[in-house]
């Protein structure tokens, strides 16, 4: 089945500078790879996501990045603001287990003003 | 847009009772998630439910939880006999896809077994 790790558990940076996460996964058959933004006490909400078939997607801010033969994915948030400081998860479907979905552990990220 | 909805958003419950969790997917949903996420840890996933039955479930999901999908909006999470462990958060999700892509999630129950 699937693993996912993901580092750092925390990270700092101060506002306007860039935050990256990152996760790695040990399935190589795994082709879904989301990232969920979750605030204190509220759901877990997909921010953005990334198939198998491309190596890079950027929404505004928000950019991950795949690389499939390392088997590690990245969160990039660029020009960070107060309102990104969350916990941020990723996950990789688990082909063994219908897809579901397997979760890392998590980032607090701070955003200092 | 078109959301997940949980109810209660709260539930205390004495420790050996049974509570059931309610959800409302997505409308055009066909395949249903129920995860939990204790105090501070990582979301755990505990079932899925697709046709009327239950697809993969973890470990977690022992013989003390049970899920139903009783008519054609609702799909609930019942737990036998709590525990002061089952104290979490659980959240419900669903899609349109079978490999679990674009989950939704709702805004979650917070269990409080005492």
């Known amino acids: 089945g699937e693993n996912v790790e993901q580092h750092p558990s925390t990270l700092s940076v101060q506002e306007g500078d860039s935050a990256v996460i990152k996760c790695t996964y040990s399935?190589?058959?795994?082709?879904?790879f989301p990232w969920y933004k979750q605030e204190l006490g509220k759901r877990p909400q997909l921010i953005i996501d990334?198939?198998?078939n491309v190596g890079e997607k950027k929404d505004q801010r928000i950019a991950v990045t795949l690389n499939k033969t390392a088997k590690h994915f990245s969160l990039h948030i660029t020009e960070t603001q107060p309102e990104d400081s969350a916990v941020y998860f990723c996950a990789a479907n688990d082909m063994d287990s219908n897809y579901q979905l397997i979760w890392g552990a998590g980032t607090k990220l701070i955003i200092k003003p | 847009e078109p959301e997940v909805t949980q109810t209660p958003s709260h539930q205390v419950t004495q420790m050996g009772q049974e509570v059931i969790l309610r959800c409302v997917p997505i409308?055009?949903?066909?395949?249903f998630y129920w995860y939990r996420q204790i105090l501070g840890q990582k979301v755990e996933f505990l079932v899925s439910?697709?046709?009327?039955?239950?697809?993969?479930k973890s470990e977690i999901f022992d013989d003390q939880f049970s899920v139903e999908r009783p008519d054609g909006s609702n799909f609930t999470l019942k737990i036998r006999s709590t525990k002061l462990e089952d104290s979490a958060m659980y959240f419900c999700?669903?899609?349109?896809?079978?490999?679990?892509?674009?989950?939704?999630f709702g805004q979650g129950t917070r269990l409080t077994v005492v």
């Open positions: 990334i198939r198998s």
């Open positions: 409308s055009n949903h066909l395949y």
């Open positions: 439910f697709y046709n009327n039955e239950i697809s993969e």
């Open positions: 399935d190589s058959a795994s082709n879904y």
């Open positions: 999700a669903s899609s349109s896809d079978v490999t679990n892509t674009e989950a939704f």
